[in-house]
């Protein structure tokens, strides 16, 4: 079966960085459109950053110019570079893959930006 997991969380301080990672397995990465997404305590998900088959990445107005959303099809692996990282970044991030009528999301990984 498809699975996707992610890595990579962890409890930072302000202004400090992380790198999620996504490895997925079972299904025909380089189709996918990829995307992370988060959810903080008592809020709903909220999209972060997605990218395309070809590569094109899109991001979220409080998250642009900080994330850098990047894809290996060969390692079948999308990552999350999250710089200059605020309180309000804190949540646990989710991985999800998107193609035609699949959609699969992974079990999340915690990011906490505390001092």
């Known amino acids: 079966q498809v699975q996707l997991v992610e890595s990579g969380g962890d409890l930072v301080q302000p202004g400090g960085s992380l790198r999620l990672s996504c490895a997925a397995s079972?299904?025909?990465?380089?189709?996918?459109?990829m995307y992370w997404y988060r959810q903080a305590p008592g809020k709903e998900r909220e999209l972060v950053a997605g990218?395309?088959?070809?590569?094109?990445?899109n991001y979220a107005d409080s998250v642009k110019g900080r994330f850098t959303m990047s894809r290996d099809n060969v390692k079948k692996t999308v990552y999350l570079q999250m710089n200059s990282l605020k309180p309000e970044d804190t949540a646990v991030y989710y991985c999800?893959?998107?193609?035609?009528?699949?959609?699969?999301w992974g079990q999340g990984t915690q990011v906490t930006v505390s001092s």
């Open positions: 999800n893959a998107r193609w035609d009528t699949n959609n699969y």
């Open positions: 990218i395309s088959a070809g590569g094109s990445a």
């Open positions: 079972k299904l025909t990465f380089s189709m996918y459109t």
